[in-house]
T-cell receptor, first 118, second 114 residues
Framework: DTEVTQTPKHLVMGMTNKKSLKCEQHMGHRAMYWYKQKAKKPPELMFVYSYEKLSINESVPSRFSPECPNSSLLNLHLHALQPEDSALYLC?????????????????FGEGSRLTVL | GENVEQHPSTLSVQEGDSAVIKCTYSDSASNYFPWYKQELGKGPQLIIDIRSNVGEKKDQRIAVTLNKTAKHFSLHITETQPEDSAVYFCAASRAGGGADGLTFGKGTHLIIQP
């Protein structure tokens, strides 16, 4: 079983709603990630947090707002989304990241949150 | 930047036969090559990885080979079983990039025929 836990597993929201996706890991990993995955496509990187600081933002629209309250938790706040934002949102963690050396490269994914925007 | 090509996009094999999925990469500085398995409705799971200082790595029925000169790496699954059916993604990451710099291939849908 994955040690990265994501909630909720499924979320349906309207374009005017505000919702949040949550992610938790207790492996002591210092880097956490949000990925977006459309059907039959590979995961696309959205954000990277390293040591609780945002280190990478892959030009994601501001209607997606990440938050890292502590080293074990990662949130993704959603507001005014569009139907094309419907996708599987994956959280992942890695022992080290953000340029920390050595960066082992291993990435551990959660099961994802399936988001549908109506 | 890095570009990872993965073939085939769909692979159907008889149960018990072997399956091979191939990937090529463009950045000669890439030194970490993981493989992920994604079952329907689940997140990707790391199944095996290889670093540029070795040419082959095995874990039970799964093996990965790396040819740095040709810049390609392959996943080999022997004695395939129904539970091997899934989408497999290869990825590459350059030195120092680690997990931040992973570039994924487009995926291979592996179908194990009973």
């Amino acid at each position: 079983d994955t040690e990265v836990t994501q909630t909720p597993k499924h979320l349906v929201m309207g374009m005017t709603n505000k919702k949040s996706l949550k992610c938790e890991q207790h492996m002591g990993h210092r880097a956490m990630y949000w990925y977006k995955q459309k059907a039959k496509k590979p995961p696309e990187l959205m954000f990277v947090y390293s040591y609780e600081k945002l280190s990478i933002n892959e030009s994601v629209p501001s209607r997606f707002s990440p938050e890292c309250p502590n080293s074990s938790l990662l949130n993704l706040h959603l507001h005014a989304l569009q139907p094309e934002d419907s996708a599987l949102y994956l959280c992942a963690s890695s022992p080290q990241g953000g340029g920390a050396k050595p960066n082992t490269g291993e990435l551990f994914f959660g099961e994802g949150s399936r988001l549908t925007v109506l | 930047g890095e570009n990872v090509e993965q073939h085939p996009s769909t692979l159907s094999v008889q149960e018990g036969d072997s399956a091979v999925i191939k990937c090529t990469y463009s950045d000669s500085a890439s030194n970490y090559f993981p493989w992920y398995k994604q079952e329907l409705g689940k997140g990707p799971q790391l199944i095996i990885d290889i670093r540029s200082n070795v040419g082959e790595k095995k874990d039970q029925r799964i093996a990965v080979t790396l040819n740095k000169t040709a810049k390609h790496f392959s996943l080999h699954i022997t004695e395939t079983q129904p539970e091997d059916s899934a989408v497999y993604f290869c990825a590459a990451s350059r030195a120092g990039g680690g997990a931040d710099g992973l570039t994924f291939g487009k995926g291979t849908h592996l179908i194990i025929q009973p």
